[in-house]
């Protein structure tokens, strides 16, 4: 085995070693949940993990692959997740199948993620820097307040749907007949939506995604995307088609995190677009940046660690949230010092070549 | 008439988000990052005025001081204490900092001043009636267009005329050229920061004066809409965020009272994205093509 993996590429390595660390980490974490060994909280917070593994590293194909500052990853979110619950409750009598309504209900949710990502991202990736970050930004709320302003039902006829612009129009405007069941509820949002993600699907999602992400940096594709963020005048000299590339990654990204979405909406039987607000994003841009821009694994852990962190200092109640702002600023603080990168680069000396491209 | 009481309550509103506005592009244009922790300040602002008239019984004008001064004492620590380390960090960096920072001032202001909503009384109360009573502006509205005026021409006249002024937009232009020319570049940028966030604390009253309520999160929507106008107008532009600010205002105003209340904010955003396609260096921004 040692001799094989020494003729294998250091950045193959890496990858085998997310995926295997993240089957074990599942297989860990479905004995112990199996067990009953794990807190209620715990075991509450399985699928949004794996909900925010998924987002953190899509939205790392963005930041940290493409390089380019996105604010509105949580809009995808939003659209996958609703899409994604008018799916699986509008099947529920057609598929009675749980699993495979899940599975449809995120293909459904990252179907409508990545058209919504071609819609932004044809006009937007032509801006550059902080600029193209005000307009994800901005894309993020208009997608908040688009879906606040849904109202949908279902009957037998098929799907109604009501655009409540101006605020006048209720679900009686949907026109349902007696069988028919109001899905969206405008600014009440998603409400007695029936739970049926589960963490296996988490889980399979998270494998999923790690496996389009991958393979798509190790590929021709994401060299050219890479090239882009390292240089793009001089991709751009050497025949590199900087829209198709920007937006393969961008279109990547937002699918994956509509699929994540979706699997969030159907984990809660009430959920308001609200949710995905800007501070959503900014979350989830956390991860990314504490786990390593570029760093798969990184975001993994970075997800992990920092949604149960807030739950972890649940004991010292009001100060948790105060706690996990000092906590992020002195994280980032140590980690950009100079002193404390030499010391890192002392101890782990191997690492410090993979950090670029792993 | 109607139109005419939109249009000016969108000035009064533009006017507050340009003064905001102005403290987002300054920091921008200098330290090349975005204060997320801006909006916050703001809000800092707003309580510190507030209780220096409710539990001290101080007059306005002497609460709008003082809230001044301990958002400008504000502003300069966390200047030191958060960005100033992070002066060679990516940007990305900064920005993840600027946000711990927000987190931390809104969830401070939540244990000290509570969550729930407070009342706030305009510094100034009352208003004109013109045209038989038909068109009413409150002085507060007055007064922030008139304040919004004053500061625009302060701030040209220093960024202009005075040496500090002069060593801001040079290390704007290029930090390390300021710096061989004897500028101090540290310095220059926390004067920078005290600047703003004594406009973030002015704008804290005019806000909450017009706003009449007061909480932890009231900071965070102005300050991500007053962040858009700085980028409409061009950021680092003095001119153009008044101008931005300004658009932005009246078009959020109308919109709410013409197309949609529910959407208003997604068509204050259409216009800046639509704007940014057009001129991608926002309305007098200027377009720096990329060096080979």
Same mark, same amino acid.
């Not at chain 1, 590429?9 to 067990?35: E, S």
């Not at chain 1, 699986?88 to 599975?103: C, D, F, G, H, K």
């Not at chain 1, 798509?216 to 890479?226: E, F, N, Q």
């Not at chain 2, 061989?180 to 310095?187: A, D, E, T, Y």
């Given at each position: 085995?040692?001799?094989?993996?020494?003729?294998?590429?250091?950045?193959?390595?890496?990858?085998?070693?997310?995926?295997?660390?993240?089957?074990?980490?599942?297989?860990?974490? #479905?004995?112990?949940?199996?067990?009953?060994?794990?807190?209620?909280?715990?075991?509450?917070?399985?699928?949004?993990?794996?909900?925010?593994?998924?987002?953190?590293?899509?939205? #790392?194909?963005?930041?940290?692959?493409?390089?380019?500052?996105?604010?509105?990853?949580?809009?995808?979110?939003?659209?996958?997740?609703?899409?994604?619950?008018?799916?699986?409750?509008?099947?529920?009598?057609?598929?009675?199948?749980?699993?495979?309504?899940?599975?449809?209900?995120?293909?459904?949710?990252?179907? @409508?993620?990545?058209?919504?990502?071609?819609?932004?991202?044809?006009?937007?990736?032509?801006?550059?820097?902080?600029?193209?970050?005000?307009?994800?930004?901005?894309?993020?709320?208009?997608?908040?307040?688009?879906?606040?302003?849904?109202?949908?039902?279902?009957?037998?006829?098929?799907?109604?749907?009501? @655009?409540?612009?101006?605020?006048?129009?209720?679900?009686?405007?949907?026109?349902?007949?007696?069988?028919?069941?109001?899905?969206?509820?405008?600014?009440?949002?998603?409400?007695?939506?029936?739970?049926?993600?589960?963490?296996?699907?988490? @889980?399979?999602?998270?494998?999923?995604?790690?496996?389009?992400?991958?393979?798509?940096?190790?590929?021709?594709?994401?060299?050219?995307?890479?090239?882009?963020?390292?240089?793009?005048?001089?991709?751009?000299?050497?025949?590199?088609?900087?829209?198709?590339?920007?937006?393969?990654?961008?279109?990547?990204?937002?699918?994956?995190?509509?699929?994540?979405?979706?699997?969030?909406?159907? #984990?809660?039987?009430?959920?308001?677009?609200?949710?995905?607000?800007?501070?959503?994003?900014?979350?989830?841009?956390?991860?990314?940046?504490?786990?390593?821009?570029?760093?798969?694994?990184?975001?993994?852990?970075?997800?992990?660690?920092?949604?149960?962190?807030?739950?972890?200092?649940?004991?010292?109640?009001?100060?948790?949230?105060?706690?996990?702002?000092?906590?992020?600023?002195?994280?980032?603080?140590?980690?950009?010092?100079?002193?404390?990168?030499?010391?890192?680069?002392?101890?782990?000396?191997?690492?410090?070549?993979?950090?670029?491209?792993? | 008439?109607?139109?005419?009481?939109?249009?000016?309550?969108?000035?009064?509103?533009?006017?507050?988000?340009?003064?905001?506005?102005?403290?987002?592009?300054?920091?921008?244009?200098?330290?090349?990052?975005?204060?997320?922790?801006?909006?916050?300040?703001?809000?800092?602002?707003?309580?510190?005025?507030?209780?220096?008239?409710?539990?001290?019984?101080?007059?306005?004008?002497?609460?709008?001081?003082?809230?001044?001064?301990?958002?400008?004492?504000?502003?300069?620590?966390?200047?030191?204490?958060?960005?100033?380390?992070?002066?060679?960090?990516?940007?990305?960096?900064?920005?993840?900092?600027?946000?711990?920072?927000?987190?931390?001032?809104?969830?401070?202001?939540?244990?000290?001043?509570?969550?729930?909503?407070?009342?706030?009384?305009?510094?100034?109360?009352?208003?004109?009636?013109?045209?038989?009573?038909?068109?009413?502006?409150?002085?507060?509205?007055?007064?922030?267009?008139?304040?919004?005026?004053?500061?625009?021409?302060?701030?040209?006249?220093?960024?202009?005329?005075?040496?500090?002024?002069?060593?801001?937009?040079?290390?704007?232009?290029?930090?390390?050229?300021?710096?061989?020319?004897?500028?101090?570049?540290?310095?220059?940028?926390?004067?920078?920061?005290?600047?703003?966030?004594?406009?973030?604390?002015?704008?804290?009253?005019?806000?909450?004066?017009?706003?009449?309520?007061?909480?932890?999160?009231?900071?965070?929507?102005?300050?991500?809409?007053?962040?858009?106008?700085?980028?409409?107008?061009?950021?680092?532009?003095?001119?153009?965020?008044?101008?931005?600010?300004?658009?932005?205002?009246?078009?959020?105003?109308?919109?709410?009272?013409?197309?949609?209340?529910?959407?208003?904010?997604?068509?204050?955003?259409?216009?800046?994205?639509?704007?940014?396609?057009?001129?991608?260096?926002?309305?007098?921004?200027?377009?720096?093509?990329?060096?080979?």
């Amino acid at each position: 085995m040692k001799l094989k993996s020494r003729k294998l590429k250091k950045t193959t390595v890496i990858d085998f070693a997310t995926y295997i660390g993240v089957v074990l980490a599942f297989i860990i974490m #479905n004995t112990l949940k199996n067990q009953g060994m794990l807190t209620r909280s715990l075991t509450g917070q399985l699928i949004p993990i794996c909900c925010y593994i998924v987002m953190a590293v899509s939205l #790392n194909l963005t930041v940290g692959i493409l390089g380019e500052l996105s604010l509105g990853h949580a809009g995808f979110m939003s659209v996958g997740a609703f899409s994604g619950v008018v799916a699986a409750m509008s099947l529920q009598t057609v598929i009675p199948s749980e699993p495979l309504r899940l599975a449809i209900a995120l293909v459904v949710g990252a179907i @409508f993620a990545a058209i919504a990502g071609t819609l932004v991202g044809i006009p937007v990736l032509r801006l550059r820097g902080d600029y193209l970050a005000i307009v994800t930004l901005a894309f993020g709320e208009i997608i908040k307040e688009l879906i606040n302003c849904l109202i949908i039902g279902v009957d037998e006829t098929g799907l109604h749907i009501v @655009f409540n612009a101006t605020g006048t129009k209720s679900v009686n405007d949907l026109g349902l007949s007696e069988a028919g069941r109001v899905l969206i509820k405008g600014a009440q949002g998603a409400t007695g939506t029936q739970t049926i993600a589960s963490f296996t699907a988490g @889980f399979i999602l998270i494998m999923i995604s790690l496996v389009v992400i991958l393979n798509l940096v190790r590929s021709r594709s994401g060299r050219a995307i890479m090239a882009l963020r390292d240089n793009r005048i001089a991709a751009e000299s050497v025949g590199i088609n900087v829209t198709k590339y920007k937006l393969m990654a961008f279109v990547t990204s937002a699918a994956l995190a509509g699929a994540a979405g979706a699997l969030y909406g159907l #984990n809660f039987s009430n959920l308001v677009a609200t949710k995905f607000d800007f501070n959503t994003s900014i979350l989830v841009l956390v991860f990314v940046v504490l786990g390593g821009l570029g760093n798969i694994w990184g975001s993994i852990i970075a997800a992990t660690v920092l949604t149960i962190l807030p739950e972890a200092l649940r004991g010292f109640d009001d100060y948790r949230m105060l706690i996990y702002a000092i906590v992020l600023i002195l994280v980032m603080l140590a980690t950009n010092n100079p002193q404390m990168k030499t010391l890192f680069a002392k101890l782990i000396p191997v690492r410090r070549g993979e950090k670029v491209n792993g | 008439m109607e139109f005419l009481s939109y249009l000016i309550s969108g000035i009064s509103l533009g006017s507050v988000y340009a003064i905001i506005a102005l403290g987002y592009t300054m920091v921008y244009g200098i330290a090349k990052m975005l204060n997320f922790a801006h909006g916050d300040v703001i809000m800092v602002g707003g309580y510190i005025s507030l209780l220096s008239m409710t539990s001290l019984g101080l007059p306005w004008w002497l609460a709008v001081i003082l809230a001044m001064v301990v958002c400008t004492v504000l502003g300069v620590v966390i200047e030191g204490l958060a960005y100033k380390p992070l002066r060679a960090a990516p940007s990305l960096a900064v920005l993840i900092t600027a946000i711990g920072v927000s987190y931390f001032l809104q969830n401070a202001a939540l244990l000290l001043w509570g969550a729930s909503p407070k009342a706030y009384t305009p510094i100034i109360a009352g208003s004109v009636k013109l045209f038989e009573g038909q068109l009413s502006i409150s002085y507060v509205s007055m007064l922030t267009v008139f304040m919004c005026i004053v500061i625009m021409i302060a701030l040209t006249l220093f960024t202009g005329k005075t040496r500090m002024g002069k060593a801001m937009r040079a290390c704007s232009e290029d930090k390390s050229a300021a710096q061989l020319m004897g500028i101090n570049v540290n310095r220059t940028i926390s004067m920078t920061f005290a600047i703003g966030s004594a406009l973030a604390a002015i704008a804290g009253v005019l806000l909450c004066s017009s706003y009449t309520s007061l909480m932890p999160t009231t900071g965070s929507m102005p300050g991500i809409k007053a962040f858009t106008a700085a980028v409409f107008g061009g950021i680092g532009s003095i001119p153009g965020a008044l101008l931005g600010g300004v658009l932005l205002g009246i078009i959020e105003s109308l919109a709410k009272a013409y197309i949609s209340t529910q959407l208003a904010n997604s068509i204050v955003f259409a216009v800046l994205i639509i704007t940014l396609l057009v001129r991608p260096a926002g309305l007098l921004g200027k377009y720096v093509p990329e060096k080979v």
